[in-house]
């Protein structure tokens, strides 16, 4: 897409925290490799997503993948645990890993239906085999993570996110098993990438593996 001002233009479509934590750092590289590259950035819930995927809105999508869009190509690039985010004076604060069991009777923060966090912790329900009280809903897991520090409860949230917490809170690993949020690129099967998006697609993926703070690399996932 060419712009007013003789540069190009990029529209992808991100998940909300995907855009706060891993496109700022991809846009500064831009600003020094492609300085007349404008790129926008359509952050959204995950049913928003698929559908600027489809309809064209967006050349591809960086999200959280294996729940829903079927009918689009998923890439994965990197597995992020889920881990248990608390107020430093939390009962369960100190504690090295928590089961699931012992989330039994402790007040969480969840998220509400249309989140991509709220699928994944639905999808995984039956492996689990054990109920957690979701005692106040939020829409996004960036609140969920400051209704924690303000000692409202606990949350499940992806470790990518729980390392960029606020002054006291403490994230705990858990256990038995351990559940991951995927997280990869969405596009359509038969329609290829401008050459600008298709660097910033390689950029990203190259971001996201190089940097261990936001997940296990797919290469790592792939061979055990």
């Given amino acids: 897409m060419v712009d007013h001002s003789g540069g190009s233009s990029v529209t992808i479509a991100c998940l909300a925290t995907l855009a706060l934590y891993v496109m700022p750092q991809i846009v500064a590289e831009l600003s020094q490799t492609r300085p007349k590259l404008r790129l926008r950035i359509l952050d ?31 890439e994965v690039i990197v597995d992020q645990p889920l881990v248990l985010v608390v107020a430093e004076d939390h009962p369960l604060a100190g504690r090295g890993s928590v089961s699931w069991s012992d989330l039994s009777g402790v007040r969480l923060i969840g998220t509400g239906p249309g989140s991509a966090h709220f699928q994944l912790l639905e999808s995984v329900r039956p492996q689990i085999r054990q109920s957690w009280e979701e005692f106040h809903q939020v829409q996004r897991i960036t609140t969920a993570l400051a209704m924690v520090a303000a000692g409202n409860g ?4 992806p470790l990518n996110l729980a390392m960029n ?12 098993p351990v559940i991951t949020r995927r997280i990869g ?3 359509r099967a038969a329609v290829p990438l401008s ?25 790592e996932i792939s061979s055990g």
Avoid: N
């Fill in 165 to 176: 917490q606020p002054f006291g809170v403490r994230t705990v690993a858990v256990t038995d």
């Fill in 195 to 219: 050459d600008h998006a298709d660097y910033l697609r390689r950029r990203i993926i190259q971001r996201l593996r190089q940097d261990r703070s936001l997940g296990k690399p797919q290469e």
């Fill in 44 to 74: 959204m819930m995950p049913p928003q997503i698929e559908e600027a995927v489809k309809d064209g809105t967006a050349e591809f999508a960086l999200s959280m993948i294996g729940v829903g869009a079927v009918d689009l190509t998923h």
């Fill in 185 to 187: 690129i969405l596009r």
């Fill in 154 to 157: 606990g949350a499940l949230l």
